[in-house]
């Protein structure tokens, strides 16, 4: 997809990358280390020209920002109650879209596509907006395919069938275009593959 204007996405991209370096925690890939977020940032870009590869400039944007310095909100700072997680879900969506507003006006970004993408980041309407529910797709393609196993080897104690419904929760945020393309753009251990084709059959 056109960029409007390559400079100001250019500068947008860096400075939200540059936001994400902060991370103190890290992350390992093809043997060198990353700091969490910007890893996983840099890994929804990549899902995105995959998955959607005329994605807008406005989905673009929100993709690489939508867990932006998310560090600074921990889960421990709510209750560890279904209600807490959802404050907690709720008041990284602000922030991180609070973020992306900050940045986006900073580098040039006219109101309209600011609002446009601090939308997305906030998944204000994921059922009825297309670029929503792709942002969401994306979401959880990363998920499984960068995020999968490390999730099922700290949770050694989960029955599989616990690990289906996991899933299957995941699977149904997903569009049916999204869900059609997992064994296409995902390459998975054959044993994390039988589970994921297990849990596709029951959404």
């Known amino acids: 997809m056109k960029i409007s204007n390559p400079l100001i996405f250019k500068q947008a991209i ?3 990358d540059d936001l994400n370096a902060l991370d103190p925690v890290t992350d390992m890939h093809d043997e ?6 910007l890893l996983y940032a840099q890994r929804m870009s990549e899902m995105l020209n995959q998955f959607a590869p005329e994605a807008s400039e406005v989905l673009q944007l929100a993709v690489r920002c939508q867990h932006i310095q998310r560090w ?3 889960r421990a700072s709510y209750p560890m109650t279904k209600t807490g997680y959802h404050q907690w879900r709720n008041q990284l969506k602000k922030f991180h879209a609070d973020i992306a507003q900050s940045v986006l006006k900073d580098v040039g970004y006219e109101d309209i596509v600011v609002s446009r993408v601090c939308s997305l980041v ?4 994921v059922q009825t907006d297309d670029e929503a529910q792709t942002l969401e797709d994306v979401v959880v393609l990363v998920f ?3 995020y999968l196993g490390a999730f099922v080897a700290s949770h050694a104690d989960y029955e599989i069938e616990k690990f289906k419904d996991i899933l299957v929760k995941s699977l149904r945020k997903m569009s049916k275009e999204g869900r059609s393309s997992i064994t296409k753009l995902i390459v998975l251990p054959d044993v994390l593959e039988l589970v994921i084709k297990s849990a596709l059959a029951k959404v």
């Open 32 to 37: 060198k280390i990353f700091p969490k977020e």
């Open 122 to 125: 906030r998944k204000d309407s």
């Open 14 to 16: 860096a400075r939200f």
């Open 72 to 74: 600074h909100i921990p």
């Open 144 to 146: 499984l395919k960068s």
